[in-house]
């Protein structure tokens, strides 16, 4: 579904992805691991047009979506949440619901959609009128969350970059189940510092350093992956 194809991305003229290649099948969740600075999100960020690539080339579904501009990527069924807090200061949380709502041709009024992102994240309810400038950084991530998974039509594929950042143990719990509820229907892929919580719903995973992928398996057990995780993150 996902193809990317000897990925070289610059900053300036720093390089930070090397020559790298990954491909994501339809229908799984794929964990990127790496420790800070390895080039997880730059690599994401450059499959949504947000981050120029200079030589390689990205495709979805065979199409060459290689620096598109993010607006056509996402109209293509690509979903995005970004690491940083990102909402709408001025905005209601009700207010960035409706924004979810991206198919002029969706019957779901606004109370849908506010009930289904509160199912996912009951936290949310008492803040439903508040402005988002006003939510601690756990709520402003579950805001966000919430917008990309209840979002209309559903994204053929999701990029979620530490979606566990600033949640309580409950709340990763909720988006983890939300995550293999949408599994199959969905492509995802997740990067993550918390490896225990993402490997248990992944697929396949790779670790990233220094630009590179340093090692790519399928997930077998999450004890051995979890450890080989951690052994090439530290060495
Ligand atoms: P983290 O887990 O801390 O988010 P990461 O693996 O996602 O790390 P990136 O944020 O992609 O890593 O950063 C990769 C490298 O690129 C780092 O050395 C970082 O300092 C650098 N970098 C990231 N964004 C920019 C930018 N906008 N301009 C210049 N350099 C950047």
Do not use: W
């Amino acid at each position: 579904m996902l193809s990317i194809n000897n990925l070289d991305v610059y900053y300036d003229d720093i390089q930070v992805i090397h020559n790298l290649s990954l491909r994501v099948e339809e229908g799984e969740i794929y964990a990127l691991f790496g420790r800070n600075g390895a080039g997880k999100t730059t690599l994401v960020e450059s499959c949504v047009g947000l981050v120029p690539v200079r030589t390689g080339n990205i495709t979805f579904n065979n199409r060459d979506i290689t620096n598109m501009a993010p607006y056509k990527i996402c109209s293509l069924g690509i979903g995005f949440t970004f690491q940083e807090r990102c909402v709408f200061p001025t905005l209601s949380v009700k207010e960035h619901f409706a924004l979810a709502e991206t198919s002029a041709f969706s019957r779901r009024n606004l109370k849908e959609i506010c009930d289904e992102a509160l199912d996912l994240f009951p936290d949310i309810e008492p803040h439903l009128n508040d402005k988002a400038v006003t939510l601690s950084g756990g709520e402003a991530q579950m805001l966000k969350l919430a917008m990309a998974l209840v979002r209309r039509p559903k994204p053929k594929l999701l990029l979620i970059d530490e979606p566990a950042t600033g949640l309580s143990a409950e709340n990763v719990h909720r988006l983890t189940n939300k995550l293999r509820e949408l599994k199959g229907e969905t492509t995802i892929i997740i990067v993550e510092q918390a490896i225990r919580a993402a490997i248990q719903i992944a697929d396949s995973y790779a670790v990233i350093r220094e630009g590179a992928i340093i090692h790519q398996d399928r997930v077998s057990s999450i004890d051995k992956d979890e450890e080989v995780v951690q052994k090439y993150i530290l060495g």
